[in-house]
């Protein structure tokens, strides 16, 4: 049996997707900046995109911008916002437990540009101390960065109490959230909770990889990262991934059909799995499991074993899975997040990843249960620490 669990990695793509994007690389494949009737058969696809997006996130077409992917858009997000508003300041804020694209572009702003960067701790849930929050926010902070939902543990971040008080204390400064975990679990809706900027990738909601979304609200100033011939309001340059921004669109359109449905099926699989490996011993599930975290991840420390070693062990048996942030690299290493979490010793080099979807089945997760009952105290027999 072959079991996918690693979801927040990469999805499958929905078949109506696939079908989407070869349709378009093989019809309707025109650059959409050429005035002939093929550019312009090509543009009308980008403007229905467009206008699909605008519907789910109830914002203006004219505030989004299509990109490579997740790690572009938090680039252009945060480094586009940083240069263009550093007349007000030079200080900007994020927490300890984001994804790299955000975490290493902030470090780039602050070792190579001469920004100040102040990273927020999390509490033991994975979750931003908003007190901590208060404290940070100075007179020259010109932007807040929270993801939406941790990639690793599945912490939801409360958003809305964060930006309340990053706009209380100075509506003009920016609050940007990378949503690449959040989008397709949560219906989102940025300019009615105050997200200045908010990030989508396609390819974790099944959808094609190499394209992604970013919003940007009607009165952000930002400036481009990369130059080029002007599209999208110079904003970001380059031909439009036609064939990716369809396809993005359509799996947007599949996710957010019946929505409440797939959740409650996430959340069911993902309180059985639980309830389910927690009966193996020296086991620990890291950060909350209620409504506060994501349907779909689940984050498990196995004392004993290191986690490459029982991710190599479970694909023996057709069980994929990730031990932390499969989109950093396929190199092991300590997760800052569970670090940032304070997670015990014992388990920040001996923790998985299971992530669900909407095609992952019961049968699936006793399987997988069933494979952790038998290769863990096998592994922890014969494994030296």
Do not use: W
């Not at 974790?204 to 990889?209: A, D, L, N, T, Y």
Request: hydrophobic share 35%; with cysteine.
């Amino acid at each position: 049996m072959e079991v996918y669990l690693d979801n927040s990695a990469t999805t499958k793509c929905y078949p109506e997707v696939a079908e989407t994007v070869t349709k378009i690389m093989c019809e309707d494949y025109g650059n959409p900046s050429s005035m002939h009737k093929k550019g312009l058969d090509a543009e009308h696809v980008v403007r229905d995109a467009k206008e699909t997006f605008s519907k789910l996130l109830k914002v203006g077409e004219k505030t989004l911008f299509f990109t490579s992917g997740g790690t572009e858009s938090d680039n252009l997000a945060l480094i586009g916002c940083a240069r263009a508003n550093k007349r007000r300041g030079n200080h900007l804020i994020t927490t300890q437990i984001e994804h790299d694209a955000v975490i290493n572009t902030m470090r780039y702003l602050e070792e190579e540009e001469g920004f100040r960067v102040t990273y927020l701790p999390v509490d033991e849930n994975g979750r931003v101390k908003l007190d901590a929050l208060k404290e940070a926010l100075r007179q020259d902070t010109i932007l807040v960065s929270i993801m939406y939902v941790n990639n690793e543990v599945g912490s939801v971040q409360p958003i809305q109490e964060a930006v309340q008080i990053v706009k209380n204390f100075n509506r003009n400064i920016l609050f940007h959230s990378d949503a690449v975990q959040g989008f397709g679990k949560y219906r989102i809706y940025p300019k009615r909770m105050g997200i200045d900027l908010l990030s989508v990738s396609s390819h974790k909601i099944h959808g094609p990889k190499g394209v992604g979304l970013l919003y940007v609200g009607e009165n952000v100033k930002i400036t481009p990262i990369a130059y080029g011939g002007g599209q999208q309001k110079n904003v970001r340059s380059g031909t439009e991934n036609v064939p990716g921004i369809a396809g993005m669109a359509a799996a947007a359109s599949l996710i957010y059909q019946d929505l409440e449905e797939h959740t409650e099926k996430l959340r069911s699989l993902k309180a059985r799995f639980i309830e389910g490996v927690q009966t193996i011993e020296a086991t620990k599930v890291h950060g909350i499991t209620d409504e506060r975290s994501a349907p779909h991840i689940i984050s498990v420390g196995f004392s004993g074993i290191r986690s490459e070693v029982l991710l190599h062990s479970l694909e023996e048996k057709g069980v994929y899975v990730s031990s932390g942030s499969a989109c950093a690299s396929n190199h092991p290493a300590i997760s800052g997040v569970l670090k940032g979490m304070g997670v015990r010793q014992e388990f920040l080099d001996s923790t998985l990843r299971f992530s669900l979807s909407e095609f992952t089945t019961q049968e699936e997760i006793d399987y997988t249960l069933e494979t952790l009952y038998n290769c863990v105290p096998m592994l922890r027999k014969y494994t030296r620490r």
